[in-house]
């Protein structure tokens, strides 16, 4: 090659490498095209909107996205989305940030053998991970593979079609770490994973542990806020007095991890005094008297001594309950208090579903709601095939047995890594090494995978962990399937793409697992692209893509939840079940009874409990800047401590204090406050973050999983993620 | 070697290019002679074709004496390997790594300045895609050129914009290719420091970012000699 | 002319910064520069706890410290009440940021100069167009906007059915009005 014709090679120019002159006065000047450009956008611009979902949480907001110039200018959330109401909440305007990051990955990443990641293609990345997948599959099988995904509306579908079609039922939600306990609970009263209370129309509701004001959804900030107006009773049972306290009348500041002896007491004071729906619990239920023997010791009086309640107010709010009755419930929270905190998370989710059988509220105005949902028909076989069902079992099914199979114990898939019987895992949207569970475990699990394969926006501390990174598409960037959303009107909400990709090589999750299934050899289920699975789905409940595309939401009206008809009971008894046989085969009582704590706060160590606060999502909002800033200016990396127990230990407001247990010690500063219990210290679960990567995030605050010890809540499999104690002290006392 | 083959090197220093082309580049007698003529763009009194006056010629500062002496220019004279240069790219010309020092511009600028735009991140630094990405896309289309797929995302990459350049100076275009450098690479300055930041790997690529900012203050037009060279091409004393 | 004010009501404030950062993308700021700043308040004892969020934002005062000590005339109260900042004219002294009562004055960083809260509500009223100002922005319709002379308007029906008043009373006539 000469070396003019190496120079003359244009990127920009092709190999002519010149351009004519004629026609270009003035278009290299910036300035004068900032002018022009400015001019251009103020005569209308070229402006598009597209309707899409948020991704700052799991709520999934409808929004439109206004783009000028190929670039997003504007949101404003959608009045017809059932969640957003046409709000959105900080962390909804902040997170957009995230399409643009400087941070976002752009190109897939191996790790080579200094332990630093360098770009490679995608083919040759799509090989090695297949090579690895085969070899796995070739020694130990399939069930040797597992996938943890937290659902997002194709990464659930495309995450565990991959992972089936691969031959291993290892499909992970993050529920462990998040729902499970309460999910798994609820299933084996109610044959349900999940009800929603009818606030707005309640006479009374009882949070437990649930924040709306602190975990954002526009919608449940209003009916909170119009409960609140209407004049409804509503309790809040928290270690820490949240603000939902605006709108509520009580804070019961409950001792952490003490809630189900709250529920059972308040039970036994409405069965004692014959203060429950009889005719309901008769007609819908079974097990009711073995279980109401079962409790009879579980009095006021014998709570108090657990909770920190006073007896007299345990009583008098089991009796404002029967009052209020049906038009009353204990909500059914979400990560909260029983999620996954607690060795007796799952029983107290338990206890909840029985207490509001006692109530009669199931389906009562007012009261706990089965709201209606649809979700897509059948499609056609030779477009869609099906895959064949997994041979082999989940990980877990049978040492966690009552753990929904839809979720799964994902820790226990990490235990399983760690001694050597999982060999290769993927991970979708999820950041478990930080958020799961307790971190130097998790990261000695995933280290000693054969294969670990991450798909995300950024690094993640789990993205540090892995093999191979590859880049996903940000939620604006991409079409998703249609998002189905239950409610008293159903509807289905689509997020469409925004904007075009911002970086050429990244690819949209369906596309990484098309593609990955291509080359690990079972691309033969995976024939469609997102485009044709999106529109198949809305045929076959009687819309189409391009009809959703242009509204961002429709409702079934036809599909419309009515008052008072009771559901039917997806338990085996097709009962509501006071006593089960799943978990009495399962080691526990058959009803649910008083179980301790694994762990107890003994002299002036306190519980450490987390929690969300309005502005963050978990770890994955750290990272923007705007969001961030609220943390520093208001410092809500702090710990709450109590201020009798502050006084004790010598620390003041503002004060740096050490935070310390077996598993880690570190310092922050304290928030010395009346508003969380003695036994309690509350940290934020957003910080901490561990990766440099992530310049804004990194480093600040401490993070809550570091002091959280590896282990499993018995038969529910969930992370017990408040089962942690630990030592304060003020740093140089 | 003419400036528009200096600053067509300058930019395939920056982009993926074959093998076969950079073993070309790189091999010695071709090097010696990019580096000659990236000498005298930046010591030169002739600027791209342009002749200037004696008065321009003193005001001038002759920033080559301590270019030569700085370390980072000692490395320009060693270019690495394909190789080398690959595993440099893999490393550091991809975004979201501890070393990431990606090449574009927008990273370095305010996202944009247009009052119309109400995103939430409008006034921020270090996002890709702001308002020279879309500049730059206008430009290359207004010009008839095409930005390749693989720079989509950024057309302010600094591949390019050292491309265009060396396009402006072959298509006979000089006042625009030195009007262009002086608006265009006031960020190569941050752009330095980042990969300042990234240890000895980097002294060969701060070498070119230095040539690039010292042809940019010797050759870029400033304010007033623009208007000076517009007064001079109204009155055609440019050929 | 009308002569616009604000009722913030702390009582339907749940905290959750949704108005700053609504503000910051409607007027375009640095991340660490907010026109809303918060005050936590915290009463009664343990477990009798009441919570409070009051949001502070330029009250454009009628007797404005801030316009009375800038020897520049960058700090200036318009014919409709409205307080503002004549950017060019500022020359970031911080004479204004030490005079306001509120501490609802920021410096931004990147120009130097000193900005607040522009009342962007009446421009969206005035154009009709949607934005999301903190008013717009606020999930529980903790603020109401209009004009104080219109006895119908629903801020003057708010101001006296709720004695809504201004944070710190009579001091410099602040057209901030608060239900708490």
Known sequence: MSENAITRRSFLAGSAGAVALAGCAGVLSFDAWSQAHAEESDAGGQTYTAHSLCNACSTKCGFTGYVVDGRLAKLLGDADHPYAKGKLCARGYGYSQIAYSADRLTDPLKKNEDGEFQAISWDEAYAEIAEKVKAIIGSDGPEALAVVHDPRPSGKYYAKRFMNALGSANVYTHGAACNLSKESGFTQVIGSGNYESDVANSKMTMFIGRSYADAIRPSSVMALQEAHERGAHIVLVDPRCSNSKVFADEWVPINPGTDLALVLAMAQVLIREGRYDKAYVAEHSVGFDEWAASIADHTPEWAEKITGIPATTIARLAFEFAEAAPAASIEPSWRGAFGCSYQNSGETARAIACFNTLLGCWNQEGGALFTSSVSA???????????????????????????????GSNLYAARMAKEGALKGMFFYNSNMAAGYSNTA?????????????????????????????LPDTSYLERLELPEFVGGTVPCVALRDRVIEKVHPNTKPVDEIFTELAEACGVGEYFPFTVEDLADAQLQSVGLSLDALKTTGVAYF?????????????KTPTEKIQFTSEAAEAAGLPAGPVWME??????????????????????????????????TKDYDLTRVWINADVAAQLGIADGDEVEVSNSEHTGTCRAKVTQRINPTALFMPSHYGCSSPEQHTAYDVGLRQMDFVPFHLEPVYGAAMTQEAIVSVKKVGA | MQDEAVFSILSKCFAPVEKAEWDAISKPAQWADFLNGARRALQDEKTFGYQTSAVERLGRKCPLQEFLEAGEVRALFAPPTYSEKQTFAARHFVGGLPQSAVPVESLYRRWSSNPRNEAPFSHKTGLYGSDSALYMAEVAERLGLSVPDRFAACPDHLALELDLVSVLIRSGMHVEARRYLAERFEWLTAFRLRLLGLGDDAAFYIGLVDVVLGIRAQQGLGDEENARSDRAMASGAVS | MARYGMLINTKKCIGCYACRVACQRQNKLLSDEAFIRYEEKETGAYPEVGVETVPLQCMHCEDAPCVSVCPTGAAYKGADGIVGVDHGRCIGCKYCMAACPYQVRVHNHETGTVDKCRF??????????????????????????????DPDSDISKAIVSDNAQPIAGSLTKAKIFYVR
């Not at chain 1, 076989?381 to 069902?389: G, N, Q, S």
């Not at chain 1, 280290?447 to 990174?469: H, R």
């Not at chain 1, 706060?601 to 800033?629: C, F, W, Y």
Request: proline share 6%.
């Open chain 1, 557 to 569: 009206p036809d599909k419309a939840f009515t008052y008072g008809k009771a559901p039917k009971w």
């Open chain 1, 597 to 630: 704590p694994a762990v107890m706060p003994a002299g002036t160590q306190l519980r450490l409990i987390g929690g969300k606060q309005a502005v963050h999502s978990h770890t994955m909002t750290a990272n923007i800047e705007d969001l961030m800033q609220i």
């Open chain 1, 377 to 407: 028909g059948e499609l056609d076989e030779a477009k869609f095939p099906a895959v064949p069902k997994p041979a082999g079992k989940q990980l877990g099914a049978a040492e966690y047995p009552l753990a929904l199979s839809s979720m």
């Open chain 1, 441 to 469: 475990y998790l990261a000695e699990a995933l280290g000693s995978l054969d294969l670990c394969v991450v798909i995300d926006v950024q690094m993640s501390e789990t993205a540090q962990l892995a093999d191979y990174v």
């Open chain 3, 120 to 149: 962007c509500t009446v421009s969206a009223a005035e154009t009709g167009t949607k934005m999301s100002t903190c008013v717009e922005a606020c999930l529980t319709g903790a603020r109401l906007f209009g004009d104080l002379d």
